[in-house]
């Protein structure tokens, strides 16, 4: 969700784009090369049918924003 440079400020360092998921998993796509956008796009297609399959919700692409629904007895956080 901070995007990659997020996550290098966070670190105090950049990192590579290019990863080799293979050292640690097998049997992915592209011999195990991905990138760090083309990793938070799956994420965020993930993310997106686990709201509207899972949880019932939805998409606003105006807004670009998940419309998560509220169970009864459920406590609401507000994000801030």
């Not at 290098?8 to 592209?30: K, L, V």
């Not at 796009?41 to 399959?53: A, M, S, T, W």
Request: proline letters at 5%; a positive charge.
């Amino acid at each position: 969700m901070i995007g990659k440079n997020g996550v290098e400020d966070a670190f105090g360092r950049e990192f590579s784009n290019r990863f080799n998921i293979h050292r640690t998993r097998r049997n992915f796509p592209n011999q195990g090369i991905d990138t760090f956008e083309n990793m938070a796009r799956k994420g965020v297609f993930i993310i997106d049918r686990v709201v509207q399959e899972l949880m019932g919700g939805g998409i606003d692409p105006d807004k670009n924003a998940w419309i998560i629904p509220v169970k009864e007895n459920q406590a609401v956080v507000p994000s801030h």
